[in-house]
């Protein structure tokens, strides 16, 4: 398993963008396919972006397809989360994950398919 932090959450207006980032920590980074989910309030944790070891595929949830960016840096062992556009729904807690083993969108967007999971950082956008 990996150690995950993220960071860049934070209060931003409708229309407005924020950039999440997920330090990775422990074994190699390069190995693990990464995840963002979110929850939102009363409501489950729901994928949102993942992103293969290389950076080479990303997937994406169909309500952030051209807003939203998945990024990686293996030299920093860091992903990030570009949210452009952003939306009062898109307020929610974020989560970064990784996991040994994902191949496609199906395996990307299950939460069960991750092995380690930050701690969340907050998104709240205002109306």
């Known amino acids: 398993q990996v150690q995950l932090v993220e960071s860049g959450g934070g209060l931003v207006q409708h229309g407005g963008s924020l950039r999440l980032s997920c330090a990775a920590s422990?074994?190699?980074?390069?190995?693990?396919?990464m995840g963002w989910f979110r929850q939102a309030p009363g409501k489950e944790r729901e994928f949102v972006a993942g992103?293969?070891?290389?950076?080479?595929?990303?997937y994406y949830t169909d309500t952030v397809k051209g807003r939203f960016t998945i990024s990686r840096d293996n030299s920093k062992n860091t992903v990030y989360l570009q949210m452009n556009s952003l939306k009062p729904e898109d307020t929610a807690d974020y989560y970064c994950?990784?996991?040994?083993?994902?191949?496609?969108?199906?395996?990307?967007?299950?939460?069960?398919?991750?092995?380690?999971w930050g701690q969340g950082t907050q998104v709240t956008v205002s109306s």
């Open positions: 992103i293969s070891r290389s950076g080479t595929w990303t």
């Open positions: 422990g074994r190699t980074f390069s190995s693990y396919a």
């Open positions: 994950a990784a996991t040994p083993s994902a191949w496609d969108y199906s395996s990307y967007s299950s939460a069960p398919s991750y092995d380690s």
